[in-house]
């Protein structure tokens, strides 16, 4: 059997890794995948610059999703798994140019804890007041989808959207509250609210429930409780230790697909000038790329692909010399809501999140900026946009911690072009459009960030997945080495 895979993000290189994992175990499968970079790797790209680690894309995943760990020691890289740096974890919300950490007891923008919600300069007396009386809230059946802005306001009202949803979720998706879907994106409050009325309330009672399994099970008892994992080295790692167990000659980078044709035994790839026929084919690129080139195959498919919104994002990465700046406050960073006005959405004090991946006396800041709200920014300079990032800072975080004259010894600039999708109201009822579609399409599989989870777990649980659907393999216990 001959699979081709278009895209060599990490969705595309998962799908790679099982059918060479197959392979080794006999099956009779050869594979070529298509990258139309250069490089490998898609949004993860990572290099070490001054002994420090710079992420270019993502920094970790997170450790509750166990398909990217269990890959990393598959790989042989679990001596270099990391957990995040939990004990010094608190996160700021930057509020009138004040930074204001998140309260103690807020779990997925639930607050759950009446203490620090009470305390906190974040709220107003008015939102508080709100959060109290939200605990009577009577159950209600879900009426289909809404934004999580929708949802949230709902129960909290639009200061919480402002002040917490909307730069929690930019941190994460680049996107607008007001757009993601709150089935899709926050599927857990949505079921909460049909029980138990009060979300609340709904967590509460799914924290008991997680303390007694984990009183029950020793199991649960000992898995590590870091939020993130990241590889000592940097993402890259986990991209080259899946390159390093590919066959070099099924690998074209530099070689963007142009054409995919349905054949009558299978697929036809043009790429490169040349057209080649497979039996099957993952396509990993992203939903828009995938859009176009189903287009002549299926044209309601991809116009279903092509109405994924992406968003796009831009990272700085600054190595300081920790003798140039001030003490900073304690914690992973800040979050900047879009009330603020501000260019930046997020800041990592990434020398703090993971220890040992910065040399001392160095501090690495990584700046997220750009979104769905500003893509103008995309076609800015580097210089101008550290310069952007070193004024943003200096306001948030006071002239006497990051002063003017305070130059940053590296600086890195890396724009992300419509890499991120969004998952906007209504995407779980496209989904099963999609995926009736591809009912009728045998062989063709589509894989990555659009469909079924945005971060790097997800990306290589559906990269296996659809590998092993293909050549008809199960999920083992236990994975062999390639
Ligand atoms: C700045 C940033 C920070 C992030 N932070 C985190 C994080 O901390 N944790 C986390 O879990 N996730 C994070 N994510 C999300 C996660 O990194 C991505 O969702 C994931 O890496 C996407 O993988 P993918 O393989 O689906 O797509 P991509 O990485 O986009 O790969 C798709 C590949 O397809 C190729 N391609 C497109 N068209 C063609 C064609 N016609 N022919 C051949 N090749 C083609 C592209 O060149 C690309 O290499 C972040 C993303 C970004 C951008």
């Known amino acids: 059997m001959r699979i081709g895979i278009v895209g060599g993000g990490i969705a595309g290189l998962a799908a790679a890794y099982e ?7 006999g099956v009779d499968v050869e594979y070529t995948l298509f990258e139309g970079r250069p490089q490998l790797g898609g949004s993860l790209a990572s290099e070490i610059v001054n002994g420090a680690v710079l992420e270019r894309g993502p920094d970790s995943f997170l450790s509750e999703k166990p398909a990217a760990a269990e890959l990393c020691r598959e790989l042989g890289l679990g001596g270099e798994l990391i957990p995040s740096n939990d004990a010094a974890r608190k996160t700021y919300i ?29 709220f107003s007396l008015r939102t508080k007041t709100r959060m109290a009386l939200e605990l009577l809230h009577p159950p209600r059946p879900s009426e289909g989808d809404e934004s999580v802005a929708a949802l949230v306001e709902r129960h909290y009202g639009r200061e919480a959207v402002d002040r917490l949803a909307d730069p929690l979720l930019s941190g994460i998706y680049g996107g607008d509250s007001t757009q993601l879907s709150a089935q899709t994106v926050l599927p857990r409050l949505v079921e909460m609210e049909a029980k138990y009325g009060s979300l609340t309330r709904g967590m509460l009672a799914a924290h008991r429930k997680m303390r007694e399994m984990a009183k029950n099970s020793p199991k649960t008892q000992n898995r590590g409780s870091a939020i993130f994992t990241a590889l000592r080295g940097g993402m890259q790692q986990m991209v080259d230790a899946i390159v390093a167990r590919l066959d070099a000659v099924s690998l ?18 043009d790429a490169g000038g040349v057209s080649e026929d497979f039996d099957a084919l993952i396509v990993a690129a992203s939903a828009w790329a995938a859009a176009d080139l189903l287009a002549p195959v299926d044209a309601a498919l991809a116009s279903e692909l092509g109405a994924i919104p992406y968003s796009s994002s831009i990272t700085v990465n600054l190595i300081y010399d920790k003798s140039r700046i001030g003490a900073l406050p304690e914690g992973f960073g800040f979050l900047v809501p879009a009330v603020e006005g501000r260019d930046m959405l997020a800041c990592t004090f990434s020398h703090r999140k993971f220890v040992g991946r910065t040399p001392q006396g160095k501090a690495v800041f990584r700046a997220f900026l750009g979104g769905m709200r500003h893509t103008e920014l995309l076609a800015e300079s580097d210089e101008a946009l550290v310069a952007t990032v070193r004024r943003e800072m200096r306001e948030i975080l006071g002239a006497r911690t990051i002063g003017a004259a305070a130059e940053p010894e590296f600086a890195q600039v890396t724009r992300w072009s419509r890499a991120m999708a969004q998952y906007a109201v209504g995407h779980k009822a496209r989904m099963g459009r999609i995926s009736a ?11 990555g960030n659009a469909y079924d989870g945005i971060g790097v777990p997800d990306c290589i649980r559906l990269g296996r997945k659809a590998a092993r659907e293909l050549v008809g393999v199960e999920e083992p216990a236990q994975a062999p080495r390639v």
């Open 19 to 25: 059918l060479a994992r197959a392979r080794s175990g």
């Open 437 to 447: 579609r591809l009912a009728a399409l045998p062989g063709l599989r589509l894989v």
């Open 94 to 122: 930057v509020t009138r140019n004040r930074l204001v950490a998140l309260p103690d007891g807020l779990m997925f923008l639930v607050p759950t804890k009446l203490a620090p919600t009470a305390l906190t300069r974040l």
């Open 252 to 269: 074209r980078t530099a070689t963007p697909v142009t054409g995919i044709e349905k054949t009558r035994q299978g697929w036809r790839i």
